[in-house]
């Protein structure tokens, strides 16, 4: 089941995929929590991904209320409104079910002109642990993915710059950006059954941006 609030990027996920397709606000509680209960009701739910992200890039100075709101509210609450829908529905029969969010390298290091999200997605790391630690005992799983910069169309006005996107290559010690694979195998694995003994993590996948000094 894909779930978002754009019909036409669900319509071509669908096209693609032959999945189950549902308009919904990923920061609206309540619908986040009728979706996964269908889900559950249909069958066992496995797992459930919070795939959401955006780039402002502006000093905190420079932020208006509204984009705070937006980078917050898209970001952070959706992630939490997910993980709060599968507690609801799922904690109180002890199943096998993995939750993976998506962090940025920016919540771990310091970079410039990224107050904005990286206040939100290290407030989504915060909740992967502290929430992995609260359902552990019902078989939830909790789990993050920490990206660098990846080639995708939120992050065209970075990558159709060659001065901008040379110098983001610059910053990534293996000396390229991210592309869209290189997250969804990570997603993937954390979804496999084979992990089954790890929660609480967040994995960076970003060419070593957030540990290693770029040569």
């Known amino acids: 089941m894909a779930a978002g609030r754009t019909p036409a990027s669900l319509e071509a ?7 189950d397709t549902k308009v919904v606000d990923a920061r609206d509680f309540g619908a986040v929590e009728a979706v996964v209960r269908e889900i559950h009701e249909r069958g066992t739910l496995f797992g459930a991904v919070n795939c959401v992200g955006s780039i402002l890039l502006k000093p905190a100075h420079l932020v208006s209320e509204s984009d ?34 998506l962090s940025t390298a920016a919540a771990s290091i310091g970079l410039p002109n990224h107050e904005a999200i990286a206040a939100a997605k290290a407030g989504i790391e915060g909740l992967v642990r502290s929430a992995a630690a ?11 993915v920490a990206p660098g910069l990846v080639d995708t169309p939120l992050a065209a006005r970075i990558t159709s710059n060659e001065r901008a996107l040379e110098m983001s290559r610059s910053l990534h010690a293996l000396g390229r950006i991210g592309q869209p694979d290189d997250v969804a195998k990570a997603l993937d ?22 540990s290693v000094r770029a040569p």
């Open 134 to 144: 609260t359902y552990a005992r019902a078989g939830i799983r909790i789990n993050a």
């Open 13 to 19: 996920l669908a096209a693609e995929t032959g999945c």
């Open 68 to 101: 705070f709101d937006e980078t917050v509210g898209q970001n952070l609450r959706s992630a939490f409104a997910l993980v709060r829908a599968v507690g609801r529905v799922c904690s109180r029969e002890k199943g096998d079910v993995r939750i993976a969010l």
């Open 189 to 210: 694995w954390l979804l496999d059954p084979a992990t089954d003994w790890v929660t609480g993590q967040v994995i960076g996948v970003d060419g070593g941006l957030s």
